[in-house]
């Protein structure tokens, strides 16, 4: 098994009711919390439409979570200008 | 149609060969945009994971998002506190 093979964690969770293998190099504890709201976030949107079937229900919280992210690193983006605008002022 | 009704918006765009009608208070092209890095992910993980069902591949684009969402989240955090850090040191 090589470095990176032995980086890379396997873990099952369950999410909407279906079991997934997940591989990657995060944390179990961590990998557990990110499935918990993405199963969270699919019954929030099964609640508002209840005669979706699972995989547009998929789709849409993937579609709400993209949304969330890009909004989140437009914020991002708008701190790292605000650390560079105030440190170029100290600098001044 | 009141003021909250008039801004929800209603468009129609095609993620992983299925239309998808999504209501809200995002821009057209905003949507569409978020609508296309969803399709686009979901096609990456059908390639390395070429025997997933489309529910399953879209679940995995839920998590595979809220993973980097959660991560952009703890930047964010990082970034807000050495703001707070830099400008209590200009006050003292």
């Known amino acids: 098994m090589s470095q990176s093979d032995k980086e890379r964690k396997r873990i099952t969770v369950e999410i909407y009711n279906r079991s997934y293998t997940i591989v990657g190099q995060e944390e179990p504890h961590h990998i557990r919390m990110v499935s918990n709201l993405v199963d969270q976030k699919m019954r929030e949107i099964h609640e508002s439409n209840p005669a979706l079937d699972v995989s547009k229900l998929a789709v849409l919280t993937a579609v709400n979570t993209m949304n969330e992210y890009i909004k989140l690193k437009e914020e991002c983006a708008e701190l790292i200008n605000y650390?560079?605008?105030?440190e170029k002022e100290d600098d001044d």
């Open 83 to 86: 650390i560079e605008k105030i």
